[in-house]
């Protein structure tokens, strides 16, 4: 009830500060108090904002049947890219705004939070002893920058295992490497290694085919969304942050999509690979793009858990509704 209370009060101020706005697109329910009935928004990018995406697409549609919203994927980059040439009405991104891109019109707006998680296959032979003592962030930095730690055994102080790491990485501009490598140090997509496979789905469909695989996925894609489990032929590379060698209690978050979830939103999993995700658009939200912004941002804020995402504190969300009526 606080949530929602907070939220309200921070709609209603900014009706109040709609009074007199004016744009080129059709007039918005926040504009007008008159729901609009018809139209069309078109959605594309990040793969990480996918699955919630296509969830509030349909439960808009539910209580707006005139409006249409067309969700597609192809990578943080392709919806940035889609967003400022006005290709799409949204373009979902999974990483920060770059400054030149604001330059150019980008208006980003958080809307959910998830994390990319590190990912191996089932059936690892050293699967047992990964999950008992996790991998650290200067090994993973090895296996995926720098490739100074090229075998399992050598990943895990384990001498008698000289099998060959075999690393896999997104091949396209996404938000997920991004954020992956900015975990590993001050690098950027360019600087991880691997063999190139495009988009989530296919990513984690590579390492699931190879049992000596590793690479990463945002979490809406490691694990299942019926079971809650990782899917099937993957495995989750537990983080040691603390480098001691053990998993300890408080580092063993990753058996079920909730866990991990819960882990997000206490702070147990690190940021990055933490991150928040962005709905962005050239200039500002216009007609029934505003519409659906501001019920994201409100009602719209309930399917995140259900989905495998963290939903915006009240004070960000109200934070981020203002920006959307300025």
């Known amino acids: 009830m606080k949530y929602q209370a907070v939220l309200l009060v921070a709609a209603l101020c900014a009706a109040i500060l709609l009074a007199g706005c004016t744009g080129t ?25 996918y699955p919630l995406m296509v969830k509030w697409a349909e439960e808009y549609q539910k209580i707006h049947p005139g409006i ?6 192809g990578g943080a980059g392709k919806g940035m890219t889609d967003a400022l040439s006005g290709l ?17 019109g980008a208006f980003g707006i958080p809307v959910a939070k998830d994390a990319v998680i590190g990912t191996i296959n089932a059936k690892n032979p050293l699967l047992a002893e990964i999950q008992k003592k996790g991998i650290d962030q200067e090994t993973l930095r090895g296996i995926f920058i720098n490739e100074s730690v090229k075998t399992w055994g050598a990943a895990l102080d384990d001498p008698g295992n000289n099998d060959k790491i075999q690393v896999y990485t997104r091949s396209d501009a996404a938000g997920a490497p991004t954020v992956w490598a900015q975990y590993l140090g001050n690098y950027t997509q360019e600087d991880l290694k691997g063999v190139g496979v495009f988009g989530d789905p296919g990513l984690a469909e590579a390492v699931a085919k190879d049992t000596l695989g590793i690479g990463y996925n945002n979490i809406g894609f490691a694990y ?3 079971t809650g489990a ?7 590379v537990p983080l040691d942050q603390n480098g001691d060698g053990v998993l300890d209690t408080n580092e063993s978050v990753y058996t079920t999509r909730d866990e991990i979830v ?13 991150r928040e995700l962005n709905l962005v658009t050239k200039e500002k939200f216009n007609g029934p793009v505003k519409d659906f912004m501001i019920w994201i941002l409100t009602d719209g804020q309930q ?19 203002a920006k959307v009526n300025a």
């Open 25 to 49: 697109q059709p007039a918005s329910q926040a504009q007008t108090g008159v729901p609009v009935t018809t139209g069309k928004i078109t959605v594309s990018g990040a793969f990480a904002l």
């Open 68 to 73: 249409k919203v067309e969700v597609s994927a």
């Open 88 to 104: 799409v009405d949204l373009g979902m991104v999974s990483r920060e705004i770059y400054p030149q891109e604001v330059q150019k």
């Open 224 to 226: 299942d969304a019926t």
């Open 230 to 236: 990782p899917i099937a032929g993957l495995a989750i």
């Open 262 to 274: 819960s882990a997000i939103d206490t702070g147990k999993y690190p940021s990055p690979p933490a």
């Open 303 to 321: 399917y995140a858990i259900p989905t495998g995402y963290i939903p915006l504190s009240p004070g960000r969300a109200a934070e981020q509704l």
